[in-house]
């Protein structure tokens, strides 16, 4: 069990008061449970821009009828494999396809496939999310 340590924080009224009510239109129980995931967030921003182990997921929207996307698509991942721990294809109409792919590994790598897939022409869309993969989770 990690040791709980408690510490003031002084804050303007209104600041307060903003905080606050975003964090019921959020749902925390309480402002310590927000701040720690403000500070684990502002961490994992830290390791990200620093290049530290992250771990997060791909999404890809595209035009599957495009010639030779899918191809593009495997050849990147297999280029990147070290990095992707599974993906998941979904068939969203009969023309767009989303792509999940989950990934953990150093910041900069996981943002040049996210480049390369995001790149490929027939993808609509892709976003980049990511997480720390280690002592920021706790």
């Known amino acids: 069990m990690t040791k709980l340590v408690r510490f003031g924080v002084s804050l303007e009224k ?16 309480s402002r310590s449970e927000a701040f720690r995931d403000l500070i684990r967030g502002t961490l994992i ?7 530290e182990k992250v771990a997060g997921a ?26 992707i721990i599974s993906t998941q294809h979904i068939h969203l109409d009969h023309d767009h396809c989303l792509e999940i792919i989950a990934v953990r590994g150093r ?27 280690d002592e920021n989770l706790e």
Not at 46 to 51: H, P, R, T
């Open 14 to 29: 209104d600041l307060l008061a903003k905080f606050d009510a975003l964090l019921s239109a959020k749902g925390y129980a």
């Open 45 to 51: 921003e830290k390791d990200w821009k620093e290049g």
């Open 58 to 83: 791909v999404t890809l929207v595209y035009d599957h009828h495009r010639k030779d996307l899918l191809g593009r698509i495997m050849d990147i991942q297999h280029d990147f494999h070290h990095l």
């Open 107 to 133: 910041a900069g790598d996981v943002g040049r496939l996210a480049d390369s897939l995001r790149s490929i022409k027939g993808v609509k869309h892709g976003t980049v999310s990511m997480s720390g993969a």
